[in-house]
C-alpha cells in the first residue's frame, strides 16, 4: 500500500486478555517502530526493529509487551493480561533506514475495559 | 530525565495570522529535530526537519529555528488556514539513544475563522 497500514483501527478487550496488533510498513522500509500514545500526550517509544530482529526494546513497559517481525516487512505487537492501563493508541512508524523520516500510521486504538 | 517538551499547550489564531509553536529540548547531544502534525484519530504527520548544524530551514508556509543555545526549536506557519488546526510535536533524536525519535508534549493549535 501507499502508507503504513495498522490492523485493527480500534480493539476493545477486556481486563486480563490477549491483544495482537498488526502493521504493515511501507514496502522497502527496513525500519520499522512501534510508539504508544495516550490522550493529551506525545508518542512514546516502545521498540524499534530493524530487519527482522529488535534494535532496541528498551521501551516495551514490561514483559507483558512482545513484539515480532519474522520476515522483516509485517510486524506483530502481542499484549498479554491486558490491563486498564494499557489502554492507549498505538502507532506503527517505517522508515527506509535508521537514519530517515518516519512514516506514521493511523494507529490501533486499545480500550482494555 | 532528557525530555523535550512545549511552552503552550494550547494556541489559538486569527486565520491569515502567523502561528508560531515553541518547544525546549534539554541534551545539548541531540542532532535532528522533527516537527509532526496530527490531526484527530489520525498519525503524526511530517512537516518538517532540521539537522543541528542548521539553525534555520523553509518549507512551505512553514519554518523551523533552531538555536542551539538555549536548546529552543520554534515552527513557525506563515498565513495560517483553517486546515492547520492539529496538535504539532516537536521531536528529538538523541545519537547515543539509537535511532528512536523523544517527542514532547504537544501543542494545540486551534485557527479562528
Known amino acids: 500500500g501507499a502508507g503504513v497500514s495498522q490492523t485493527p483501527s480500534n480493539k476493545v478487550t477486556e481486563k486480563g486478555k490477549y491483544v495482537e496488533l498488526r502493521c504493515d510498513p511501507i514496502?522497502?522500509?527496513?525500519?520499522l517502530y512501534w510508539y504508544r500514545q495516550s490522550l493529551g500526550q506525545g508518542p512514546e517509544f516502545l521498540i524499534y526493529?530493524?530487519?527482522?530482529?529488535?534494535?532496541?526494546d528498551s521501551g516495551l513497559p514490561n514483559d507483558r509487551f512482545f513484539a515480532v517481525r519474522p520476515e522483516g516487512s509485517v510486524s506483530t505487537l502481542k499484549i498479554q493480561r491486558t490491563e486498564r492501563g494499557d489502554s492507549a493508541v498505538y502507532l506503527c512508524?517505517?522508515?527506509?533506514?535508521?537514519?530517515?523520516?518516519?512514516?506514521f500510521g493511523e494507529g490501533s486504538r486499545l480500550t482494555v475495559l | 530525565g532528557e525530555s523535550v517538551g512545549l511552552h503552550l499547550p494550547t494556541l489559538s489564531v486569527q486565520e491569515g495570522d502567523n502561528s508560531i509553536i515553541n518547544c525546549a529540548y534539554s541534551?545539548?547531544?541531540?542532532?535532528?529535530f522533527i516537527w509532526y502534525k496530527q490531526e484527530s484519530g489520525k498519525g503524526p504527520q511530517f512537516i518538517i526537519d532540521?539537522?543541528?548544524?542548521?539553525d534555520k530551514r523553509q518549507g512551505q508556509r512553514v519554518t523551523v529555528l533552531l538555536n542551539k543555545t538555549v536548546k529552543h526549536l520554534s515552527l513557525q506557519i506563515a498565513a495560517t488556514q483553517p486546515g492547520d488546526s492539529a496538535v504539532y510535536f516537536c521531536?528529538?533524536?538523541?545519537?547515543?539513544?539509537?535511532?528512536?525519535?523523544?517527542f514532547g508534549g504537544g501543542t494545540r493549535v486551534l485557527v479562528k475563522p
Open positions: 532540521i539537522r543541528s548544524n542548521m
Open positions: 514496502s522497502g522500509h527496513t525500519a
Open positions: 526493529f530493524q530487519g527482522t530482529g529488535a534494535a532496541d
Open positions: 512508524a517505517s522508515s527506509l533506514s535508521n537514519t530517515g523520516e518516519l512514516f
Open positions: 541534551n545539548s547531544a541531540s542532532d535532528y
Open positions: 521531536a528529538e533524536n538523541i545519537p547515543a539513544a539509537g535511532n528512536k525519535l523523544t
